[in-house]
């Protein structure tokens, strides 16, 4: 039998190691995070490239994708986008080994490697086609586009409910604007006229995310360039607009995104379940606060039944997302004429991250749930035996059960665009963004644009 002295050094221990590991992955990663977030971006490159563990530990794909993010925004476009297809390489293998899966049963998510969220894995292409726009490599550009595309695809095969997150209309807004930069203006037509079906369809009402109105000015010029009369006609119709076209001669162009913000972060929360046996092969787990009841099918293995007829009530621990509001609401671009111009919403990252989280919790509740309730069948049989042994392993499961707090934090809340005309030559367009309590701020935006050329331009932050 273990003595008192030698349980409560065991639990001492237990708890020291628990404490690391008990941090969540944004607090782990704080000095990092507050150099980010405060626009050192140096020093943040400097404290992920010191991390010696980061290009090889579970969770590995982060630290790519965060190197890729800083580097991008120093200005580093080919070494970013090296960072980014290793990122790119590692969420493309999904496979978890028998170990790994294991281990997850036995213990807790974060022990598996982190293969990114669905909106984190597509925006690793949005990152390297923003890359190549600005160092003017359009078909490169593309080639990032269309890979979205085809994990688009492996999305709508994957998930058959309308409900789910499984169509992104700015990854058809970026390839139509690509398109539009290459001058291809039919491919062109065809990608805008894709984001305006699932911006009508999915956005407004998933994602409070309605249809840029430069999007609908684009759908019209690209099918008047494409001879597309009938289809102009239409627009105008549907949009209540009058096309009129306007010689690009002596005019160069500007697409503008904006980073606004910062997006969510997960932190764990708490949750209790009744267990209650059925007897026809399934448990339900119930939690009647939360009105949530999870039946599971166990089967009629009587062995595994006997095991967990004493459990009565668990917690598990999930992840949760935590918003980060931006300091920001709105922007508008003023082009030397006095002209202002919007900062359309293009991509609600903050929302699309609560949805797509929101998707796959009952199919993540089912398994945690039946993990946990053999981790504590485990304990109490052991206690049966060996009270103090049983009391060591019940703290170590209640050390051990911790949510998967990961996810790139990087990213910003939301991206803004707007796609405007500017003179020839040199000339200096503001940004003035806008705030809640006065806290407006105007940024000089130099271009020096060609005619016919498109110069591209990002602000991130805050």
Excluded at 76 to 82: A, G, I, V
Excluded at 129 to 136: E, I
Aim: net charge neutral; proline share 3%.
């Amino acid at each position: 039998m273990l003595r008192y002295h030698t349980v409560k050094k065991i639990a001492l221990g237990l708890l020291v190691l628990c404490i690391p590991s008990c941090m969540s992955y944004y607090a782990k990663y704080q000095k990092f995070n507050t150099n980010f977030e405060q626009g050192n971006l140096k020093e943040a490159d400097a404290i992920l490239a010191s991390d010696k563990k980061g290009p090889k530990g579970k969770s590995h794909l982060l630290y790519f994708l965060n190197r890729g993010t800083v580097n991008s925004y120093l200005g580093n476009y080919d070494q970013s986008n090296e960072f980014f297809e290793q990122a790119y390489n590692i969420s493309e293998v999904q496979s978890k080994t028998a170990l790994e899966t294991g281990l997850t049963l036995l213990l807790n998510p974060k022990l598996a490697e982190y293969h990114g969220e669905t909106f984190e894995v597509l925006l690793v292409n949005y990152y390297k086609a923003l890359n190549y726009l600005k160092l003017g490599k359009y078909d490169e550009a593309l080639v990032e586009c269309k890979r979205m595309d085809i994990r688009l695809n492996k999305l709508t095969d994957k998930f058959s409910s309308d409900a789910k997150y499984k169509r992104d209309a700015f990854v058809h807004l970026l390839m139509g604007l690509i398109y539009d930069i290459n001058q291809d203006y039919n491919n062109a037509f065809i990608a805008y006229r894709n984001a305006l079906d699932i911006y009508e369809k999915d956005y407004v009402e998933k994602f409070n995310t309605p249809v840029p109105d430069q999007l609908k000015k684009d759908l019209l010029r690209t099918a008047y360039l494409t001879g597309l009369t009938d289809d102009v006609r239409d627009y105008e119709q549907k949009f209540k607009m009058k096309y009129q076209h306007v010689s690009p001669k002596g005019k160069g162009e500007m697409l503008f995104l904006w980073h606004n913000g910062f997006g969510p972060v997960k932190e764990e929360w708490s949750i209790d379940f009744t267990i209650v046996d059925l007897g026809n092969g399934y448990l339900n787990f119930v939690n009647l606060g939360a009105g949530l009841t999870i039946p599971i099918f166990i089967g009629n293995d009587n062995n595994q039944r006997a095991q967990l007829k004493d459990v009565q009530i668990i917690r598990m621990a999930l992840p949760k997302y935590v918003e980060r509001p931006p300091l920001y609401n709105s922007a508008n671009l003023i082009t030397p004429d006095g002209v202002s111009h919007p900062v359309e919403l293009a991509e609600n990252i903050n929302a699309i991250a609560f949805k797509a989280l929101h998707d796959r919790f009952l199919r993540d509740l089912g398994q945690a749930l039946l993990r946990l309730a053999l981790k504590k069948a485990a304990e109490l049989a052991l206690r049966n035996q060996n009270q103090e042994a049983g009391m060591v392993l019940g703290l170590f499961n209640a050390v051990s059960e911790q949510a998967d707090t990961r996810n790139w934090q990087t990213l910003p809340y939301a991206i803004h665009y707007s796609r405007i005309s500017v003179p020839v030559g040199e000339s200096v367009v503001q940004l003035s963004q806008n705030g809640n309590q006065g806290s407006d701020q105007k940024i000089p935006i130099s271009v020096n644009v060609k005619e016919g050329q498109t110069f591209v331009y990002t602000v991130s932050g805050q």
